[in-house]
């Protein structure tokens, strides 16, 4: 049992500063002060401080990896060549979600050759400085609204920072292995039963100014306020609601949209508008065809003797 705990107590030094935080975090609880506060108080309080202790513990961790890190004499590339000169103590810096931590490891060089680093390796660390879980939050963000927005969120949720440049480049970077992800998936044809038809159509669609780039939002708002001699502005229609029109009948099918259009009809209170046009429109006037010419031979005239 002495045996188990001085382990423990020899391991624990990587964590000593996730530890203080720990207590910190403990007599904050507890204190009389904090009794005070309201729920929401604590709630973000805790958040930040929550973030802090998770990104010394992870710090911890890696402190504990680099030392335990084994020495090779040499270390060979895929490029097949030996790296033998060894530097220790090499430092990476690590933006993660719960911020920013060091790395030390030991690189193998040779001239002429790019660096290796057997940890990074095992660690399964990528060539940016961005961690797997903050561009895994960086993915699903851009995903849902602009870059602004993205930064925004990942600020106010995770205790790191991507700026927005970051995020664009990050996003390009993690989408680089769609092709070859359809190229090695194999699809049974012969389990499809239904078709799968989509329908699209860009024109008339009203981009929202505040979800564009600077850049884009600046040119758009030059294009609205110059005068335009045309009635309608490029991929303008006549009649937007009409237009739409055919996707609801696609979507419910023409019954379907015939009753809800009677229902919502039976809703609305009765306009004369809707019939007076019927009584202004005027009968068609017919009149009988011309009778046609009798069967009968007919004597020529004068003159064709």
């Known amino acids: 049992m002495l045996e188990e705990y001085a382990d423990f107590l020899e391991q624990g030094r990587y964590f000593a500063n996730a530890l203080e935080q720990f207590e910190l975090i403990l007599k904050t609880l507890v204190d009389e002060k904090t009794l005070g506060w309201e729920h929401g108080d604590i709630e973000r309080w805790l958040s930040t401080a929550g973030n802090k202790l998770l990104r010394r513990f992870l710090q911890g961790h890696f402190d504990q990896r680099t030392e335990t890190e084994s020495v090779h004499e040499s270390v060979e590339g895929s490029d ?150 045309a009635r309608l502005g490029p991929g303008e229609k006549k009649n937007r609601n009409r237009a739409r029109l055919k996707f609801l009948v696609e979507k419910f099918g023409i019954e379907e949209f015939r009753r809800l259009v009677l229902q919502e009809r039976k809703a609305l209170p009765h306009d004369t508008k809707w019939t007076d046009w019927i009584t202004s429109i005027d009968e068609p006037t017919e009149f009988p065809l011309p009778m046609p010419a009798s069967s009968e031979p007919v004597s020529p005239g004068s003159g064709f003797d």
């Open 80 to 229: 097949g060549i030996v790296r033998t000169h060894r530097r220790q103590q090499v430092r990476r810096k690590l933006t993660t979600q719960f911020g920013d931590i060091e790395h030390h490891r030991i690189g193998y060089s040779q001239a002429g050759a790019m660096s290796l680093f057997p940890m990074d390796l095992s660690l399964n660390l990528g060539a940016t400085k961005y961690s797997d879980g903050l561009c895994h939050r960086v993915a699903e963000e851009a995903s849902k609204a602009s870059f602004d927005e993205c930064v925004k969120a990942i600020d106010s949720t995770t205790g790191g920072h991507v700026p927005k440049r970051q995020c664009e480049e990050l996003v390009s970077y993690m989408a680089q292995d769609f092709e070859g992800y359809y190229d090695t998936t194999v699809v049974d044809e012969q389990s499809r039963t239904d078709l799968l038809i989509i329908t699209t159509d860009s024109k008339g669609i009203v981009m929202r100014p505040g979800d564009l780039r600077p850049a884009t939002r600046k040119a758009a708002q030059a294009q609205a306020e110059k005068p335009s001699k």
